[in-house]
């Protein structure tokens, strides 16, 4: 995910009159407060007044994982549309008024969801929430602004993914773990999904998900929650709402034995990836197991003192590069990962044979009390440094919200952290980090060109998360 005072305002009355009676207030708390509005709208605002400072995020319960066969890219695509105009902005129109205030914004897209920011000054609050209601309903899909789009979406993937071998592998190895979840699809899209998607594609995916019923503006920063409502409910809450069906719920089959494939492709060196089907919090599983699994992934993976570092990496010698992840916070179950780049003179054979042993000890042993706590340690420590960013504060609010779990969940982490014990941790390596429940991708690095590598991203600005 990436990251002066115009002479007016965006001129003229709210773009709907708020209806009566749209509020009705839910709760206060950690110095969080929240409203829906009577379209369904929820407002949720956290102040922190140590900067004059202000973000603002419109997220959309709606992204790669909803999309069905032959869609998919839309919503990424239509991320890139939201700047190209409605019926008041001409196209780009809508980043040039806030940079115009001494702003920053953008978006990004990932597989639960869609998300819009903007960082402003306290003072200019409002026009981040007048432009935002204005393209919630009133986005211009114009065919023209779309044929160029799209060309830049599609050079977007080539640099990203196609020309990139270890992404490349990863979006196989996904389409691999996952027979039928829609995880199993890339945020950006499938190639010849990208070349048939069409304006009208995206007109229909706007006008189902773009609802506000749909949506939750998030607002953290040097603000008065009053005023923010009462903002809110001028240029959002008489918006016209609309019922939206969430996707229907799609299990993957239980996995039932192990799963393998390798990417020939032309690269530097061998890179090996490694995932267990886990559950997240939302998902059938005992509460504490997301928390004990990210305990876990810090014991392998939790700085130049983790397993993976000094033993695997440092001890071993076997890995040039070697890390674990683990998601707890998405909407459906996901994968425990583990990758890596052999050592020269290693092969990616004897890599993968290091981690998987590294999993058998987990199984076989508790962590003991001294590496667990200082494991826990720097989880927590980690989020806490996070919670000094008044975007982070509003990244986890508005994620927790739109996967559904409700931004509460974020202010009991810590808590949950610290209480995750050596046996919990042994009992769901044990459970999930089994050999049938295990996809291995291999890249094996072949003769020829390497792919010219960038970090430039046609039109400069957009994200993917996973």
Known sequence: MKRILSALLLAGAPLYAATPATTAAVSAASGTQEQTLGNGMKVIVREDHRAPVVVTQVWYKVGSSYEPGGLTGASHVLEHMMFKGTARLKPN???????????????????????????LAADRLEVSLRLEADRMRNLRLDAGEFAKEIEVVKEERRLRTDDQPQALLYEQFNATAFLAHPYRNPVIGWEDDLA????????????????????????????????????????????????VTPPKRQLEPLQRGERRLELKAPAEVPYLIM???????????????????????GVLDGGESARLASQVRRGQEIAASAGAGYRSFQRAPGLFLLEGTPAQGRSVEELEQALRAQIRTLTQQPVSADEL?????????????????????????GLLETIGLGWRVGEDYAARIRAVTP?????????????DKLTVGVLRPQPGALPKRTNKVPGGRHDIGG
């Not at 990004?108 to 903007?118: E, I």
């Not at 939302?282 to 699994?293: G, H, M, N, Q, V």
């Open 423 to 435: 046996e919990q941790v042994q009992q769901v390596a044990l459970r999930y980090l089994g050999e």
């Open 275 to 297: 995932g267990y089907h886990a559950p997240a919090a939302t998902a059938d599983a005992a509460d504490w197991e997301p928390y004990a699994l990210e305990v876990l992934a």
């Open 93 to 119: 129109e809508f980043s040039r008024i806030i940079a115009d205030n001494g702003g920053e914004e953008n978006a990004f897209t990932g597989s639960d969801y869609t998300a819009y920011f903007q960082t």
């Open 196 to 243: 048939t998607l069409t304006v009208a594609d995206l007109k229909d995916w706007y006008r189902r998900w773009y609802q506000p019923s749909n949506a939750t503006l998030v607002v953290v920063g040097d603000v008065e929650p009053a005023r923010v409502f009462s903002l809110a409910r001028r240029y959002f809450g008489g918006l016209p709402g609309g019922t």
């Open 373 to 397: 706590e200082r494991v826990k340690a720097q989880v927590v420590a980690a989020e806490v440094y996070q919670r000094d960013s008044v975007f982070y504060q509003a990244m986890r609010i």
